[in-house]
C-alpha cells in the first residue's frame, strides 16, 4: 500500500515537474502569437510609408506621371496630419493611404504604385523568413514594421508609434523627401 502510494506520489510529481514547462512555453507562445498578430496589424503603416516613397520616385523618375499643383497640395494636408500623428494606428494608416488612393492620386499614378508594390514583392519571394501576410520577407524587412520588439511593446502599451517620422529608417527618410518635394510644388 506504502509503495502504491510513493509511487503515485512520484508519478504525481513527475506530471507537475513536466507540465511547468509546458504552460512557461504556452505562455511565451502567447507572448509571440500576440507580438505576431500586432506586427501583421502594424504591416499597413509600412505600407502608408512605402506609399510615400513610392510617389517620390514617381515624381522625380516619371515625368508624365507627376503631381499636379492641387495633387501636391492635397497630399501635403495629409502628410501634415501624418506629421502631427504621434501614435499611427492601423486605422488611421488605412484611412490615410484610402484617401491618398481614392482622392488624391489618378487611375495611371495608381497603376504606377500598384506595379512598385507588386515588383518589391516579387523581389523579396526569395529569402524564406515569413511576413506577417505570409509573403517572404528581403532584407530589413524586419525593421520596416516597426522592427524592434521594445518599439511594439511601446505601441502595445498604449505608446507612441510613428515610424514614417523616423528619420533613420527609409520610409522615414522617404516621407521627409516627399514633403520637401511637396512643399516645392504647391
Known amino acids: ?26 505562455q511565451e ?31 522625380t523618375e516619371v515625368q508624365p506621371l ?13 502628410t501634415e496630419e501624418i506629421r502631427r500623428t504621434e501614435r499611427m494606428t492601423p486605422d488611421r494608416a488605412t484611412a490615410f493611404l484610402e484617401k491618398i488612393e481614392d482622392q488624391v492620386l489618378s487611375a495611371a499614378q495608381l497603376m504606377y504604385t500598384d506595379q512598385q508594390f507588386l515588383t518589391r514583392d516579387e523581389k523579396r519571394e526569395p529569402s524564406d523568413s515569413p511576413t506577417p501576410r505570409g509573403r517572404t520577407a528581403g532584407p530589413g524587412a524586419e525593421g520596416e514594421t516597426g522592427g524592434s520588439s521594445g518599439i511594439i511593446a511601446t505601441y502595445a502599451a498604449g505608446g507612441p508609434y510613428n515610424p514614417l517620422l ?21
Open 166 to 186: 523616423d528619420e533613420s529608417r527609409q520610409i522615414g527618410q522617404d516621407f521627409l523627401e516627399l514633403r520637401e518635394l511637396l512643399r516645392q510644388r504647391r
Open 29 to 59: 507562445y502567447s507572448s509571440a502569437s500576440a507580438m505576431h498578430q500586432l506586427r501583421a496589424e502594424l504591416v499597413v503603416v509600412t505600407e502608408l510609408g512605402r506609399l510615400m516613397g513610392f510617389i517620390v520616385r514617381m515624381q
Open 1 to 26: 500500500m506504502q509503495r502504491q502510494s510513493i509511487a503515485l506520489t512520484l508519478m504525481a510529481a513527475a506530471l507537475v515537474w513536466a507540465a511547468v514547462p509546458t504552460s512557461l512555453s504556452a
Open 66 to 78: 507627376a503631381l499636379s499643383r492641387e495633387q501636391a497640395g492635397q497630399l501635403w494636408q495629409i
